[in-house]
């Protein structure tokens, strides 16, 4: 399959959900080798899930169906800039190459307006829109004590 047909895959995947009802206009495929070993659309309403974005369903698709937790020899298309969140996901999975198709001012002109959270990101976090407070950091870092201490850790 070319890049192409890549990225009408994933447009296949956000009418297909929006279509049925079962989210936002939004679909994914992760890609290694050639190969689609991941598939999402949006499926936040339908699951009452915040994080069901079709990046994230697509990448738990991808690692589960490879088995791994690092997608670093995958590309990831997209049928809209990844919002902070599905970023972050994208990060975390260790994906080097994005494709996407609408931006993100595509995405506020139908509602869908996440410059807010780009805006938070960066600011401390007392002067965030969420009340965000430091509690028994002393008793949580016990925790990181002993994951630094842990021999037989898995690496992420």
Not at 77 to 95: G, H, K, V
Not at 115 to 120: A, H
């Amino acid at each position: 399959m070319s890049n192409e047909k890549f990225m009408r895959e994933a447009i296949r995947l956000a009418d297909e959900g929006m279509a049925s009802g079962r989210g936002g206009p939004f679909g994914c495929v992760v890609v290694r080798r050639g190969e689609i070993v991941g598939r999402g659309h949006n499926r936040v309403t339908s699951t009452n899930d915040p994080t069901a974005h079709a990046e994230v369903v697509a990448i738990r698709d991808a690692c589960a169906n490879l088995e791994t937790f690092q997608l670093t020899d995958c590309e990831l298309y997209t049928s809209c800039e990844p919002c902070p969140m599905c970023l972050s996901a994208i990060y975390w999975a260790r994906i080097p190459t994005v494709y996407y198709g609408n931006n993100r001012k595509d995405a506020a002109d139908i509602g869908f307006d996440d410059d807010f959270i780009y805006q938070q990101v960066p600011l401390a976090p007392e002067k965030r829109a969420i009340k965000m407070s430091p509690f028994l950091r002393d008793a949580a870092l016990a925790s990181f004590k002993g994951w630094a201490a842990k021999q037989d850790k898995v690496k992420y």
